[in-house]
C-alpha cells in the first residue's frame, strides 16, 4: 500500500497563496498582451495636414504616411486627374 501524504493546515494554506500568485502573474501577463496587441493594430487617423480645409485620411506605418483619402477625396480619385 502507497503512504499517504499529509499537509498540515499552514501547507496548504501556503499551497493555496503559491497557486493564488501563480494565476494573478498570468492573468496579468495576458492582459498586458491584449494592450500591446491594440498598440500593434493599424489606426486610421484624421487630421488636416495638406492645406484644403477637409481633413486627410491615413495611417503611418515606419513613421511614413499612407494616405486613404486627401482634401476629402479618395488617393486613386486624385491619381486619375
Known sequence: MASETKYTSATR?????MMFITMLGA?????????????LEPQVKVQNVIGQEAPEKFYVIDGK?????????????????
Open 13 to 17: 494554506a501556503g499551497l493555496y497563496l
Open 65 to 81: 504616411r499612407a494616405y486613404l483619402e486627401i482634401d476629402g477625396r479618395s488617393v486613386e480619385q486624385h491619381v486619375r486627374e
Open 27 to 39: 492573468t496579468r501577463a495576458c492582459s498586458r498582451t491584449k494592450d500591446i496587441t491594440k498598440l
